[in-house]
């Protein structure tokens, strides 16, 4: 059941704005919504039902003095995607969008559930687009304008036990490139960042602690993630990679062959993931 704010009346001409973030509820998208709360910056905030976001809401509106409306819907549902755009649109005015909503995981690619493939490319790529594509015109509307999408490391490398998951990161990043060189000129900003390693819940904290000292090693907080990125974003920084060790991966993983990344990489996540089985 879709859960939204109690809904107002959007006026035209109205100077009041908001940013837009989806999978706002935790993690990642709970610290980007908080950091730009803490930017005196009101939010609209986009997650799964039953998931903390109407109490996240009120915490932020009290605590941090904005307006902050939400919507709980599941963005692997196209329809749920365009009844969220024509709430956003019917009763606000928008003028950053953060694509943080995303889905990850290792299993094995014959293994994997048809529903499981199907939502990681539904959320990761179709929702990021169609939202995007639905917000844009709203976008144009103001002087001054951002988008921020989140990709991944792992949008660098394809890995073995993950395959869906670095390709629809590597749409986001080619996604993200293309439409920033397309509204040159318009007064948007388009920005994609690639965290690294986090520990945005337990579930990823014991995937990482799994990985050994490699996976630990230059681990970034949500925290930090977010506060960058979105200084970066406001100064039109277009590729976004945080902490020295992802700028050395970059880096390795332009210049190693593939012969040699590729199964080291993919050797690291098999050892994470038949771990976590036993």
Known sequence: MVKSSESV???????????????????????????????????LMVALPDDGLPELCEFIRDRYKVECAFHETDLTRQHSISEMVNWALSNFRINILINNAGMGGSKEFESAGAEYLDNMISLNIRALTLITHQLLPELKSHRRAWILNVASMASF????????????????????????????????????????????????????????????????????VARKSINMMFRGKSLIILGWLNRLTWLLMKTVPDSIRLPFITKLVKKELFASQQ
């Open 157 to 224: 490398i394809p890995i073995g036990y993950k395959t869906i998951y670095p390709a629809s990161k590597v749409f986001v990043l080619y996604f993200t490139k293309g439409l920033s060189q397309e509204l040159k000129g318009t007064g948007i900003l388009v920005s994609v960042v690639h965290p690294g390693p986090m520990k945005t819940n337990s579930f990823v904290t014991n995937r990482i602690n799994r990985m050994g000292m490699f996976g630990r090693i230059g681990l970034l907080t949500p925290e930090y």
């Open 9 to 43: 009346k959007r006026e035209e001409g109205a100077s009041t704005t908001y940013a837009l973030v989806t999978g706002a509820s935790r993690g990642l998208g709970k610290e980007f919504a908080v950091e730009l709360a803490k930017r005196n910056i009101n939010l």
